[in-house]
């Protein structure tokens, strides 16, 4: 009798677990690399993946032969530089804002499909990279010093898991990797 109780227990309490352990893996899948989150460049809602650890930026979207209206991707930085970019394994042109860390888009270039030709930004004050489908800028009325959105950058980052910080503190405020 005394062995069904604690058995029964023992049940009772690791069942208590689960359902935590099954909502942190659910958040941990939902905001992967495939989550989309909507950001604003200019007056446009835009989709965008975020590339935010060094295999995701090299991956980027490489072996993507189309994408969604509206759909990219924003590559994350922790610190302003030149930004190089080329279309290695990439089957579709791209367009790529190149955006300073105040959100304002410095510039915006077109990459044709596998080319092996560095694109790199004319600013070394580039602190994030938006590839969205060629034409896509033009078509949608976003130049060079219109904004992204900031906030919603942010809250992309932390439903990511990423420290906000590491992205928008200057290099001297910026806290350690997690």
């Keep these: 009798m005394l062995r069904i109780a604690l058995i029964a227990l023992t049940l009772a309490f690791s069942s208590c677990d689960q359902p935590t352990q099954r909502s942190v893996n659910k958040t941990t899948q939902e905001a992967g690399i495939d989550t989309l989150f909507n950001i604003q460049q200019g007056a446009k809602i835009t989709h965008l993946k975020l590339a935010g650890t060094d295999l995701e930026k090299s991956r980027g979207l490489m072996g993507v032969e189309k994408l969604p209206a509206d759909t990219g991707m924003i590559f994350m930085y922790e610190s302003d530089q030149v930004m190089r970019f080329w279309m290695k394994d990439t089957p579709l042109d791209l367009d790529i804002a190149f955006v300073q860390a105040d959100g304002v888009i410095a510039e915006i270039r077109t990459m044709k499909a596998e080319d092996l030709t560095e694109v790199a930004s004319q600013s070394s004050h580039i602190r994030f990279c938006i590839e969205m ?26 439903a990511r898991g990423f420290k906000v910080q590491r992205y928008f503190a200057s290099t001297s405020e910026r806290a350690p990797n997690r």
């Excluded at 949608?140 to 219109?146: C, E, F, N, V």
């Design 133 to 158: 489908p060629a034409g896509w800028y033009a078509s949608s009325q976003i130049t060079a010093g219109d904004t992204v959105n900031l906030n919603q950058l942010k809250d992309a980052l932390t």
